[in-house]
């Protein structure tokens, strides 16, 4: 898991936060928007339309589940980006240079480093896979600091961060920032990102992003009594949204409550794409 002080205050405040919420799943709240914590992280290119997500410990949920059903993009950043250019601080090209992404995946220093890290050296008091030279590092893009892997990148012509709460005409030219860091010391996020879905194709952040909660076992499973399922909400529909394959948490499988005709049906559902397409990456139509 890669560390970063963003990624450690979301955990902090999620275990604050969590604390008060029920352990039950309950069905208040249910539509109310969310943002996936996958978001925090500044090299996720955004989440895929023929995919689906469940965030089962959402900290902005009352019932403590962020459903992405089939969306495509960032929540947090409406009409995607190229990817900004990587610099490195003092070399010159480029007059804005910042730090946007730490690599130091989490190790054992009682385990052989070699098997578990790429620079073959674990940090014995912090436990995570240390550097000591760039080649330590996954591509000459990074710099090893403090012997930690550092991403850079530049801010040279970047307005500001894209706001999903204004209209596009607003976001054009703007970046995809990480949340929580807008403002003059704004962190873009290092990856390419695709525009979410047309706003009729009930595939964009308000139609497939929200708390949800699960009413019901996967398809051909035996019910389970033991389990407190939710009854969806007006305006919602009980739906299956994730199969049991035998594989992963089986309790988080099964039937969720999604907006009414927002089943997924194809890729294609996708429509018009809002801002950046390539069609290697994305989903629907430019």
Request: glycine content about 10%; charged content about 20%.
């Amino acid at each position: 898991m890669t560390r970063s002080i963003l990624s450690g205050l979301l955990g902090l405040l999620s275990v604050v936060a969590m604390a008060s919420l029920p352990a039950a799943c309950e069905s208040g709240g249910v539509g109310d928007p969310c943002l996936p914590e996958d978001e925090y992280d500044p090299q996720f290119a955004g989440f895929k339309v023929t995919e689906e997500n469940i965030e089962s410990r959402s900290f902005q949920c009352q019932t403590r589940i962020c459903l992405v059903n089939h969306f495509q993009g960032r929540v947090s950043c409406p009409l995607g980006q190229e990817a900004p250019a990587v610099c490195k601080p003092g070399e010159g090209g480029c007059a804005d240079c910042v730090e946007t992404s730490t690599y130091a995946p989490d190790c054992d220093p009682s385990k052989d480093a070699a098997s578990q890290c790429f620079s073959g050296q674990c940090d014995p008091a912090g436990a995570f896979c240390s550097c000591a030279t760039e080649a330590d590092c996954p591509s000459n893009d990074w710099v090893c600091k403090g012997g930690q892997c550092k991403l850079h990148v530049c801010r040279d012509g970047i307005t500001g961060c894209q706001d999903p709460s204004r209209p596009n005409a607003e976001n054009e030219g703007k970046a995809c920032c990480v949340p929580g860091s807008e403002g003059r010391e704004f962190v873009p996020v290092a990856s390419p990102v695709c525009g979410q879905c047309a706003p009729d194709s009930n595939r964009n952040a308000e139609q497939a992003v929200y708390c949800s909660c699960r009413c019901g076992v996967a398809e051909g499973e035996e019910e389970d009594p033991n389990f407190n399922f939710c009854t969806c909400p007006q305006g919602f529909t009980c739906s299956e949204i994730r199969p049991n394959v035998g594989l992963g948490d089986e309790q988080i499988t099964g039937k969720y409550c999604i907006k009414e005709k927002s089943e997924f049906t194809s890729g294609q559902a996708c429509g018009q794409v809002q801002g950046r397409y390539d069609s290697e990456q994305c989903e629907g139509n430019p």
